[in-house]
C-alpha cells in the first residue's frame, strides 16, 4: 500500500485527475452519496470498498448525478465506521489504496463526475499520531487536544470528576481520564475520537495542508463534517442537565462557536475553495438561518452550503432526544423547509436532502413504504426535494426506493449510536421491546444496509456474509428491476435530475409555497422571467383534493413529470404529484 506522513502531506503526482470547474458549477449540480462499506464489495469480503464503487461508475452516470460525495475511506480503527480517521492522507485497507481512490477519481471525471470527499477535522481517532504523541504532557503536540484536570476537589477517576458535565453524542461523559497523565481528554463523540483543540493555529495549519494535498490529488471539494463544533467556547462550562438525564448536552454547549466564521475564512483563503471553484458544505447540527445565511454569502468567503438539521427534528417529542418519536404535521414540515428557501434567497445557498449516512430511509420516514404505496411515496417525496430552491444530495439506495431495514435483536446492529443507547436504555430501566421499537425507526443502521442490486444472493452485493445483514426486501427492490422498469424509481429520479440540468428556472427560479395549511398537499411554484413551475404532490395515503383557485392554471401548460398517469384534475391519488411548466 502507498503511505505518506500523516502530518507532512506531500506533492501529489496525479496531477492529471485535477479537472476545471467554472464557478457557481454546484448550483446546478445534483449530488449522489456513497456510504463505501455498504456500496459494492469487489474482493468478497463482505463490505464494500473503492474498486467496487468504480465498477458502479456507468449507473451513476446513466442516473446522471454530477458528484459523488464519498463518506470517510481514509485509515481507521472503524471505531466510528470511518469517522474516527488515523491518518488523514492514505486509504484503509478494508476499502482498498491510494491507487484506487485514483483510479475511481479519473473514472468519474471521464464521466463528467465530480467527487466530493468527506472532512472529519473536528476531531480524529485516539490512534492518530497526533493524539498518541499528545498523550505526553510533555509533548509540543499536547495542546492539539483537549486536555483537563479533573474537577477541583474531586478525584481523577471518581464520578462527577470529569472537567464539565457533558454528554457525549454516543452516550456516557464527553470526557475520558488517561491515568498515565492523570488528566482527561475531550471528545464530543466516542471516546476514541478526541476533539482537537481548533484555538491551536498549528492544528488548522495542519488542516489546511492535508486538504491541498486531497485538491492536488483532484477531488473537487468537500462535505465537512460537524464542522460548526470545531469553535469551543472560551470557557469550558457546565451546561444545563435535562429532567431524567446525567449530563448535559455537549452538542448544544459547544455548537457554533465564537470563532466559527474566523476558522472558516482562513480556511477558506489557505486552501483556495473559492478560488478553485470548490463544492463546500457544512453539517451544521443545530445551525440557524441567520448562520447559514452569513456561512453562504459569496461575499464572507466560506462555505457555498450548510445542511440543517431542523426539518429532520421535527418529528422528535418536544423537549425529547433522537429516540422519543412524535407523529410529523406535514403543515410544520412545508414551513420549515419555506422559511429556509425564503432566509437563503437573495443570500447563500440551500442543500436539499431528505436521508443520508446518518438517518433513516426517506420513504420509510416521510413517506409509505407499505407495498401499495412505497414507489409513489418515493417519486413524489424525490419531486418535492428537487422543486425547492438548492443542491439535491440524493443518498445510495434512495433512488430505489429503500426502505428500513428491522432486526429483531440489538446483535444485528453495527451502529455505535444505536448500541450504546440500546446498553444506556436497558440500563436505566426501559424495556428492550421498547428499546428496539425506536431503533427499528431511528437507527442509523437503517441506511447502512447494502445497496440492492439485485435479486440473487445477498442483493448482488458481495459474494460472502454482508458486514450488516441486506433487507429481505431486496428481492423486489433492487436495481437491476429498477433500470429495466421505465415507470420505477430510479427513472423518475433520472428525469428530476435532468430537468435540473435542463431548465435554468429549476436551479434560479424564485421559490413559493402554495397551501401552507393543507394537512396533505405541497403545493409550490418557482418563478423566471416568464416561466412558471408548479409542483401539487399529495403527501399522504388517502386521496386528496386541489381546493379551488389555490394554484395557478395549468390548462396548456407543459405537464413536464407525474406518478400517475390519469388526466389532470383537482382529484389526486394517494402519493400523486405533477411538475407543469407555465410559459
Known sequence: MTTTSPTTPTTSTTASNV????????????????????????????????????????????????????????????????????????IDPTFGTLADLDDLVAALHGRGIKLVMDLVVNHTSDEHPWFVESRDPASPKRDWY????????????????????????????????????????????SPKQPDLNWENPEVRQAVYAMMRWWVDRGVDGFRMDVINLISKPETLRDGTVPAGRRYASALETTGNGPRLEEFLVEMNREVGLDEHHLLTVGEMPGSTIELARSITDPAHRELNMVFTFEHVNLDVQAGGGKWDVAPLELPRL???LAEWQVGLADVGWNSLYWDNHDQPRAVSRFGDDSPEHRVNSAKTLASVQHLHQGTPYVYQGEELGMTNTQFLDISSYRDIESVNY??????????????????????????????????????????????????????????????????????????????????????EGRFALLLPEHE?????????????LVMVANCSSTPATVPPGSVPDIRGARELLSTHPSPVTAELAPWESRIHLIG
Open 19 to 90: 479537472i476545471e470547474r467554472p464557478a457557481g458549477w454546484w448550483k446546478s449540480a445534483v449530488v449522489y452519496q456513497i456510504y463505501p462499506r455498504s456500496f459494492a464489495d469487489s474482493n468478497g469480503d463482505g463490505i464494500g470498498d473503492l474498486p467496487g464503487i468504480t465498477a458502479r461508475v456507468d449507473y451513476l452516470a446513466e442516473l446522471g448525478v454530477d458528484v459523488v460525495w464519498l463518506s470517510p475511506v481514509y485509515s481507521s480503527p472503524q471505531d466510528d465506521l470511518g469517522y474516527d480517521i488515523s491518518n488523514y492522507t492514505d
Open 146 to 189: 483537549w486536555w483537563r484536570k479533573p474537577r477541583p476537589g474531586v478525584e481523577a477517576g471518581t464520578a462527577g470528576a470529569e472537567p464539565t458535565n457533558w454528554e457525549s453524542a454516543f452516550s456516557g461523559p464527553s470526557w475520558t481520564l488517561d491515568p498515565a497523565s492523570g488528566e482527561y481528554y475531550l471528545h464530543l463523540f
Open 334 to 336: 412545508k414551513q420549515n
Open 422 to 507: 440500546y446498553a444506556e436504555a436497558v440500563s436505566v430501566g426501559l424495556q428492550a421491546e421498547t428499546v428496539l421499537s425506536a431503533l427499528a425507526l431511528r437507527s442509523r443502521d437503517n441506511a447502512r444496509t447494502p445497496v440492492q442490486w439485485d435479486d440473487t444472493s445477498h442483493a448482488g452485493f458481495t459474494q460472502a456474509i454482508p458486514w450488516l445483514p441486506v433487507n429481505p426486501n431486496y428481492v423486489y427492490v433492487n436495481a437491476a428491476a429498477a433500470v429495466a422498469d421505465p415507470d420505477s424509481t430510479f427513472h423518475h429520479f433520472r428525469r428530476l435530475i435532468a430537468l435540473r440540468h435542463e431548465l435554468p428556472v429549476l436551479v
Open 520 to 532: 396533505q398537499i405541497w403545493a409550490l411554484t418557482r418563478t423566471l422571467g416568464d416561466q412558471v
